[in-house]
């Protein structure tokens, strides 16, 4: 998640879940840019109603057009993002798991990705433009959106970043 030093760009006051990250770089979504849109608007497909209604978020600002979803399987102990969690960008694997279970999965859809190439996410780290958070399925899936960035801070424990979540976020409004 930002840490402060990103005033004026996309990644201002977002939280990130960084999906992989090897020797080839990392691919993150942000999870607190909730588009307008709904998935039925952005996608033609046939889907079950469900899906079709779900909101979009904006991933990144990387291939505004890339789909990619997280959904939860509690029999997937060893998800690809972490337990219990797996991310997808199947449009066909998406309909499928959407029509296997349409009322209960808990499910978000991506436009766009937040992509770093290798180093250059260490490079921002050193510098500190982000702060590291565990993930959780309550953060990806049931945190209040607008509220995120600034719940997860507040629950640290340095009193800079107490001190940032409560700062406005243009600095001229203090």
């Known amino acids: 998640m930002d840490g402060g030093n990103l005033t004026g760009s996309f ?13 080839e770089g990392a691919f993150g979504l942000v999870l607190n840019r909730k588009s307008e849109g709904k998935v039925g608007e952005l996608i033609v497909a046939d889907m079950p109603d469900a899906l079709r209604d779900q ?8 291939q505004a057009s890339a789909l990619s979803y997280l959904h939860v399987d509690p029999g997937l102990l ?20 959407a029509e296997a279970n349409p009322a209960g999965q808990q499910m978000r859809v991506f436009a766009g990705y937040a992509g770093w190439a290798p180093g250059q996410l ?3 780290m ?5 702060v590291t958070h565990p993930a959780t399925v309550d953060l990806v899936f049931n945190a209040e959106v607008e509220a995120l960035w600034r ?8 009193w800079q970043l107490r001190l940032l979540a409560n700062a406005p976020e243009d600095l001229n409004w203090n």
Do not use: M
């Open 78 to 97: 060893e998800g690809n993002v972490f337990s219990n969690v797996a991310l997808g960008h199947s449009l066909e694997t998406l309909i499928e798991l």
């Open 55 to 62: 909101a979009v978020y904006l991933g990144g600002p990387v």
């Open 151 to 158: 719940g997860i801070l507040l629950s640290r424990l340095e």
């Open 126 to 130: 050193k510098r500190g433009a982000w």
């Open 122 to 124: 260490e490079d921002e």
């Open 11 to 23: 990644f201002q006051r977002s939280v990130v879940l960084i999906c992989q990250h090897d020797r």
